[in-house]
């Protein structure tokens, strides 16, 4: 049985203060829900945020980290850092730290292999561009992003790991995937994470869904079978938007 797996990714949006608000809201009106959350503040709201949630339930993670120890590497923060700081997960490959600063598979798989060794659990995001559906890769490319960035990773490392698809269409677009076409990649992703770690993996492995979720579409789509969760940008920038998105996964 999967837990239903909501996430928001706050992206660089909320300063310390503002996240700490927010934070403390999604505390208060969470209370109970019995719902698996988790919130990704910029690497400088962590703190704030780690803070504001402590007596709760709700998971606080990073957007990024570096796939290095340490060292003469400008800007990057790496897990031991977020770990001192008591945060435990971290998003890798989204769609945008692909696009915009060339993270490709090899080095998502880098990250994804040192946060792993470092007992990280991790939200490894796939999507395709709308070229690629409409140019009828989509198989190809979640082929390969699920392939090479799980390259090397166990079967039961696979416990830490949960899968988002995010077809980068449809994020901060407004348009979302039908909850059919969401759902067939979501049973092709499956499928390849079958082909890996054979069926008991597969059947375990959350594979939330991203890409302009709120209340009024998430009901739709959380209803599917292979929609375990939904990893939420825009909407999760307010308890009044993200809150009764979690709510939808109870029922
Ligand atoms: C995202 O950034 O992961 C995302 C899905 O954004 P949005 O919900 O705004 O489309």
């Avoid at 090479?148 to 994020?171: H, N």
Wanted: glycine share 10%; hydrophobic share 40%; with cysteine.
């Amino acid at each position: 049985m999967r837990k239903p797996y909501i996430a928001g990714n706050w992206k660089m949006n909320l300063t310390p203060s503002e996240g700490a608000k927010l934070a403390a809201e999604l505390k208060d009106q969470l209370k109970g829900v019995d719902v698996k959350v988790m919130i990704a503040p910029s690497f400088v709201t962590l703190p704030a945020v780690v803070e504001a949630v402590k007596g709760s339930n709700i998971i606080v993670a990073a957007q990024n980290v570096s796939d290095k120890e340490s060292g003469a590497y400008t800007g990057e923060v790496s897990c031991q850092m977020l770990k001192d700081l008591g945060v435990n997960d971290v998003i890798i490959g989204h769609s945008e730290r692909r696009s915009y600063y060339g993270e490709n598979d090899e080095w998502i798989n880098r990250k994804v292999k040192y946060a792993l060794s470092q007992g990280m659990n991790i939200d490894l995001c796939v999507g395709e561009t709308l070229d690629e559906r409409k140019g009828g890769h989509l198989k190809e490319v979640l082929s390969r992003q699920i392939k090479v960035g799980l390259s090397d990773v166990s079967a039961k490392d696979m416990e830490r790991i949960t899968i988002a698809y995010e077809p980068v269409w449809a994020i901060g677009t407004g348009m979302t995937a039908t909850s059919d076409d969401a759902d067939d990649a979501h049973a092709y992703i499956r499928g390849l994470i079958e082909s890996l770690y054979g069926k008991t993996v597969a059947e375990n492995t959350i594979i939330q869904y991203g890409g302009s979720v709120k209340a009024s579409n998430a009901k739709e789509l959380l209803a599917r079978k292979n929609i375990d969760g939904a990893l939420v940008g825009g909407a999760s920038l307010s308890a009044d938007k993200f809150v009764p998105i979690v709510k939808c996964a109870l029922e």
